[in-house]
């Protein structure tokens, strides 16, 4: 109870709710609506997932949001990505956000309605992600915006969908129905609109009969092929993303200088 009412309401955008069988729901939001990643949450959920995997009673872990997962981001809030330190920050946090959910050593269900278009990662680290059928998975954040998928996006849809896969949906990313993904391997369950969460608790249910170690210690051996990828590949592949943000945002700088100067002449 310490823990808890040390944690559970200190974050704007995750929402944190648990029963007395000690079954967490972490509801991602922005305003009690969908998600949208800004600067704040993004520190945010470092700080989160931490306390999360830190408390012990903490049974069974859901993750879900609000009219969706998250579904775009705010790049304004994240200031000016092609200075060192800016950029230094959010490497950190990227790489400590991914660890610290993969460090949740009880199992984690993932429940998706709506879109999953920004850190479908964090979905994809769950042990089980039940979809609504209208349920879509996206990346708008990186290659369609002009930045490298660096932040772990490619690392875990490659583990669970395979190389080939990931690429082209990195490439070309266009929503990704539930089913498509089912058939993939990386979605366990398509519900009905409106049942993901439901059907999650009722897993979680059926996990709490297992022995509280054994539990655990299936978390801890089926994420553990996925963990040290994310520590072997994350931290590199975040440090190209910021290589990739800097050359777009002066590629945007140089060109809005032209046309300045093309208008300045004109006149």
Not at 25 to 34: I, K, R
Not at 48 to 65: E, H, P, W
Not at 196 to 220: F, G, I, M
């Amino acid at each position: 109870m310490q823990l808890q009412s040390n944690y559970f309401g200190a974050y704007h955008n995750l929402k944190l709710t648990r029963d007395d069988k000690g079954v967490l729901v972490a509801e991602f939001h922005s305003n009690g609506g969908p998600c949208i990643m800004t600067s704040q949450s993004h520190t945010e959920f470092v700080d989160a997932f931490y306390r999360i995997s830190q408390d012990r009673a903490n049974k069974i872990v859901i993750l879900t949001g609000a009219g969706g997962f998250i579904t775009d981001v705010d790049w304004s809030s994240f200031g000016d990505v092609t200075d060192p330190s800016v950029w230094s920050q959010v490497h950190d946090e990227g790489v400590q956000a991914l660890e610290n959910i993969a460090n949740i050593r009880v199992p984690v269900i993932a429940a998706i309605e709506g879109r999953a278009h920004v850190h479908s990662d964090y979905a994809l680290l769950a042990s089980v992600i039940v979809a609504a059928d209208g349920a879509t998975f996206q990346d708008v954040a990186h290659f369609s915006a002009g930045v490298a998928p660096g932040d772990g996006i490619f690392t875990t849809w490659s583990y669970r969908a395979g190389a080939g896969r990931a690429e082209a949906f990195l490439l070309n990313p266009q929503p990704l129905a539930a089913h498509t993904a089912h058939e993939w391997g990386v979605v366990a369950e398509v519900v009905p609109n409106g049942k993901a969460l439901s059907r999650a608790q009722e897993l979680a249910e059926l996990y709490l009969k297992a022995p509280e170690v054994t539990r655990r210690n299936t978390r801890v051996h089926f994420i553990q092929p996925l963990k040290e990828r994310i520590v072997r590949e994350v931290g590199y592949g975040l440090s190209l993303e910021g290589a990739s943000s800097a050359a777009l945002v002066k590629s945007m700088q140089a060109k809005t200088e032209r046309l300045a100067q093309k208008t300045k002449s004109a006149s």
